[in-house]
Every structure is written in C-alpha cells, then in structure tokens.
C-alpha cells in the first residue's frame, strides 16, 4: 500500500475519533484469545472516573460498592512513586505498584494527552476481565532505585485470564545488569491474553509465558500488530503453553526472538523480522518446542545454531500444526511493517489495520463521548467540532458536557458529576478547600463559567479563583458560587480552586461557555 495514502487514512481516522468520541466511534474488543473464556470486556458499562495520580488508581479501584463493580479509568500526567500510595479498603492496594489483585471487570486507559507510569509498573494477581490502553511504561526496575514490580512494565501471574493489552508503550533502558527485568511477563496460570498494537522496546527481555519449567498453566496468548524494536530476547520465552503471533513487526533482536521450549508451541504467521539473530527455535536448552510457521519474512536475519540453539532457520518449516479457535484478518506480510508503524503505540486514536492492509479508527482516546468525557455525543456541536469555540467568539453551547474533568480530592461523588448536566449529583473535595477542574483534547475558547452548588449546600463557598491551567494565568477571583465572566481564553484545561468555604462545599454543576 501507498505510504502517503496509509498516512492520510491515519490523520483522518486519528481527527474522526478526537472530534467525535466514543459515541460515535465504536471501541471494538479483542482480536485472539482474550475474546474467548467469555470475552473481555473491561470496565464496559461502569463508573468512569479520571486520575491524574497513581493515589486516585488506588482510591478508585477501593471506592467501588463491589470489587466486580465495573470501573474505567481515564489517567492523564505523570504516574510515579511520589504521587502513588497504597489506599485501604477491600482492594489490596500497595505505594510501589499499581496493583490489580482479587478485583475484575476494570478498564485502565491513558487519555489522548498522554499517561506515562514512570518507574512504577502495573502488576495483575487473582484477576480477570482486565484491559490495558493507551499507557506507556518505562524503566521499572527490581534493583536499585526505586524499585517496583519485580522490574515488569506489567506482570500477571497466579490465577489471570482474559487480560486486553493494546496500544500501549513499553520500554526499559537496558538489561537485567541494568536493574531491570521483562517488559510483560505471565505467570502461574495466566490465560486467554491479547498482546495487541503496542511498542515494545529497548530491553533486555520482552516476556515470558512461565516462570520456569514447573510453571506449566500459562497459555493461550494472541501477539498481533506489536512493534518490537531492539529486544535482546524473549518474544516471547514460552514454556509449555500455545501462543498465536501474527502481523508483528520485529527491528532488532539481538539474541533471540520467538522461543518455545518444554512442548510449548507458537503459531507464527505474516510476521516481518529485520535485523534479527535466530528469530524463531528453541534456545538456550534441549528441551524442544514447536512452531507452525506461515507467510513471515526474514529481511537481513542470521540463524546461529550449536549444543541448546536449535533455530528454525535458515530455511523455517513447521514442526507442528496448530488449530486457531477464533476469528481473524490477516494482513500481507508485505505491509506488515508500514501498518505497525502507522498503529502500534499509545496516542494515535486507536489506530488499527482493517485487515487489508489499510489503516482505520480502533476507539477512543478518552477525551470525547460518554465512556471518556461525559459528554451526550461527543461533538459538542452539529459539525462534530465543539462548536464555534475557535474564533474568538465563545458558543451559547456549555463545553463542559464535552469535558473530561479532574479535581485535587474527592470527599463525595466523582469529578464527572460536575458536568453531568444533573443537578443531583455532586462533586465536594475532602476538605473545606479543593480544586475541581474541565479540561478538553482539543484548545476551547471560553469566556464564561458558572458554578452551581448543590440543593443544600447553598453558599458554602467564601473565596476561589479560576485559572488557566495551561500557563498558570488568574482568569479571576471572588467569593461566592455563580456565573463568572472573562476575557476570552483560549486553554485545553480551567481550574476553579475553593479557596475558602463554610463547611464542606458542594458542586453540582461547573458549566463552561
């Protein structure tokens, strides 16, 4: 396929899901394993709430009537050990990880302004129904400091199934000697996985099904779309268990890349390898796997072989046939490389190939529609656009309904409840002050706020100030809730902070226009 056309497709499908969001651009579920055992489906349907910390991850996870309730998380900003601590509740929570143990039906998605887990990485345990996008994952160590995750970007093991890993990135700036271990590892039985559209890259080891050769109960994962670029090992190490790659696009594999061992079997087709030693084999032992190998190419490869290096190479044929029980597109190998740069990796929409070696809109990215912003439709105007907000010229249309919102705590209800356009639910910080706040994907131009307190609550507000969260400018100040008017700003983010209050204050409704 054209490159310049593949890129034009991109652009449009990436500006359809920022303008439109999920209400009109259906997020589609797993390719591969993850879709069977009954589907994955995340947090489908539950609570969204919006975390700018790993402490809001924590409280977010504890704050649910059940640990079933499901739940999606929008998280934008820095992840990292100084805003992480551990929340008590039925959740088991903990300051150095972000950890999913005994809970299910959550979905954990970076918003388009990015969402970057710096040094600290997500750990699953005892879990199920789990999806991961949209995040990137870097430098988690398990020496050194600080340490976190036994040094996996992310980490199943004990008791995982269905687990939707998808457009997200992840990355380490070295080996074990570095202080650092697997990029994705799964462990003592995790099952029914889909390793999709992600950047896998720069570390010593990508992953590994089984921990050692005893750890038989770790199988049935799908590998599809990923971009892998300099790994030295494990794409992944598997023992025992049947893994599906196909589309993959490997640059760099420095030791060696797909092996199965101890009877563990990978299917591996329409794969591109470039630059690669002994992409496929059983490595490092004499204890045998097997591969079914179809349509792969093998640009610039070398197959090195001696006493436990048993390459499939350099002419791979299979050693055994393996039986896919789900349904999926195949794109040409020969595009292969062109469609994963063009998707793989957090922040480009959701960008997916269509199977036919073309590229399409995946979903949302969390700033638009009712599962990442709140909003009826999306659009926030008729042409999709947010309205006439671009010119100088504030709308009549209240931009908060097509917000995303975060705050600095919640003492009751959530940050959406202040654009919920009900006047029954409420947002109250923990304290007598706090900071609520709206914030778009796109630049909005407002001139207008107004601050609407709940039934009850009725000026408890003293003192506040509205700011510009994009350069720390005071759009204004005063006491009292109401309307409050400005110079039209144009900004992606305002910030109304309750500075002073009688009581704990309450608001039901921050409008925008």
């Given at each position: ?20 969001g ?79 143990k ?54 199943m ?26 990029l ?16 896998i ?45 196909f ?6 594999i ?9 009877g ?10 470039a630059?690669?030693?002994?992409p ?35 002419d ?39 199977g ?145 209050s ?12």
């Open positions: 396929m054209n490159k310049n056309i593949m890129k034009t497709k991109l652009a449009q499908s990436m500006t359809f899901a920022l303008l439109f999920a209400s009109s651009v259906v997020m589609a579920g797993p390719v591969g394993y993850a879709s069977l055992n009954g589907g994955t489906t995340g947090g489908e349907g539950g609570q969204v709430v919006y975390a700018t910390t790993g402490t809001e991850i924590n409280q977010a996870m504890c704050s649910r009537e059940a640990d079933d309730t499901p739940l999606i998380i929008y998280v934008s900003g820095v992840i990292n050990h100084g805003n992480t601590g551990k929340v008590s509740g039925s959740c088991d929570t903990t300051g150095d990880e972000i950890q999913f005994r809970v299910s039906n959550i979905s954990l998605i970076g918003t388009g302004d990015g969402a970057l887990f710096d040094e600290i990485g997500i750990h699953l345990r005892e879990t199920s129904n789990i999806i991961i996008r949209n995040i990137h994952v870097r430098n988690v160590k398990k020496s050194g400091s600080p340490t976190s995750n036994g040094g996996d970007a992310i980490g093991e004990t008791d995982v199934h269905n687990v939707w890993i998808d457009h997200n990135e992840l990355e380490a700036s070295g080996g074990e000697k570095d202080g650092y271990d697997s994705i590892d799964m462990k003592a039985g995790t099952q029914y996985v889909t390793v999709s559209y992600n950047y890259h720069h570390s010593g080891r990508g992953g590994l099904m089984g921990s050692s050769d005893s750890d038989t109960e770790n199988t049935y994962v799908t590998f599809h779309h990923n971009r892998y670029e300099d790994i030295d090992s494990r794409l992944p190490l598997l023992r025992h268990g049947t893994a599906h790659a589309n993959n696009y490997y640059d760099g420095e030791k060696s890349g797909m092996n199965p061992r101890i563990g079997q990978i299917k591996a087709e329409n794969n591109h390898f630059n690669a030693q002994n496929i084999g059983t490595f490092y032992t004499d204890d045998m796997g097997f591969w079914d190998v179809s349509g792969n190419i093998f640009e610039n490869v070398t197959w090195v072989a001696n006493d436990t290096n048993h390459p499939a190479g350099p791979p044929v299979s050693t055994t046939s393996i039986s896919i029980p789900y349904s999926y597109s195949l794109d040409d190998a020969e595009c292969v490389k062109d469609i994963v740069l063009a998707t793989a990796g957090p922040n480009n929409g959701f960008a997916v190939s269509d036919d070696c073309s590229v399409e809109s995946g979903g949302d990215t969390g700033n638009g529609g009712d599962t990442g912003n709140g909003g009826d439709n999306g659009s926030g105007g008729e042409d999709g656009s947010g309205g006439d907000n671009g010119s100088g010229t504030p709308s009549t249309e209240n931009l908060a309904l097509i917000a995303g919102s975060d705050g600095s705590s919640k003492g009751h209800g959530s940050y959406g409840d202040v654009r919920d356009g009900d006047m029954s639910s409420y947002w109250s910080p923990s304290s007598s002050t706090g900071r609520i706040s709206l914030k778009w994907g796109e630049a909005q131009t407002i001139s207008t706020v107004i601050i609407r307190e709940a039934a009850g609550f009725e000026g408890r507000i003293t003192s506040w100030t509205l700011t510009n969260n994009d350069n720390g400018d005071v759009l204004a100040t005063g006491s009292g809730a109401g309307t409050i008017t400005f110079s039209a700003t144009t900004l992606n983010k305002v910030n109304f902070n309750i500075t002073g009688n009581g704990t204050p309450a608001v039901a409704e921050f409008e925008s226009y």
